[in-house]
Each structure stands twice: as C-alpha cells, then as structure tokens.
Nanobody, 116 residues
Framework: QLRLVESGGGLVQPGGSLRLTCAAPGSITSTFSPYSMFWYRQAPGKQRELVASISSGRGDSREYADSVKGRFSISRDNSRKIVYLRMNDLKPEDTAVYSC?????WGQGTQVTVSS
C-alpha cells in the first residue's frame, strides 16, 4: 500500500488561494502512476465529500465536484509521486480537512480554513 502524506493547508482569507500537496514517500513511479488519485474533504458535522479525481498514468481525465468546478484544479507529477490540488477563490464553505487517497490508502489530512 502507498503511504500518502498531505501538506499545504492553512488559514486563508476568502478569495485567496492554496495549493495542497499529496506525496507518496517511499514509492516509486511504477507503483504510483497506475493509481487514479482522489482528493476528499470533510467539514465538521458533514459527510466526507469527493472534491476532485485524476486518472492514472498521464492523468488525462479529471473530474470535480460541482461546488468546486472552475475554482479547483487537480494535477499529478508521477516522477515526483505527487498529486496537487490548486484551490482558487476560496470560500468559507471550503473549510474542511482535505485528504488524498488512491482508493486503498489515505493520508492523515490537512486542515484548510477560509475565514476573514
């Protein structure tokens, strides 16, 4: 199983941007690239929500939750074993713990707080 580690969360004002990183330390490209990768988020008192996904390999297929379309962008760098989530025009309702997964493993999550 991959070990996944998220980073890049923090406190940002509404309208601001963050880039989250999901790394797979200890893995090699051949064990990372075959996986589709997913970003989820969970706000207090709410169910976990799938935010974005990217297909395996070159990541040609990307999908987004309606709530983040046009604001968030997912990408991957297989040579670095990293998946990114670029978040622009952040809103208070984006506040949550963001976690990445390959469908088998999960990271510990990173907190994103959007507040003035």
């Amino acid at each position: 199983q991959l070990r996944l580690v998220e980073s890049g969360g923090g406190l940002v004002q509404p309208g601001g941007s963050l880039r989250l990183t999901c790394a797979a330390p200890g893995s090699i490209t051949s064990t990372f690239s075959p996986y589709s990768m997913f970003w989820y988020r969970q706000a207090p008192g709410k169910q976990r929500e799938l935010v974005a996904s990217i297909s395996s390999g070159r990541g040609d297929s990307r999908e987004y939750a309606d709530s983040v379309k046009g604001r968030f962008s997912i990408s991957r760098d297989n040579s670095r074993k990293i998946v990114y989530l670029r978040m622009n025009d952040l809103k208070p309702e984006d506040t949550a713990v963001y976690s990445c997964s390959n469908g088998e493993s999960w990271g510990q999550g990173t907190q994103v707080t959007v507040s003035s």
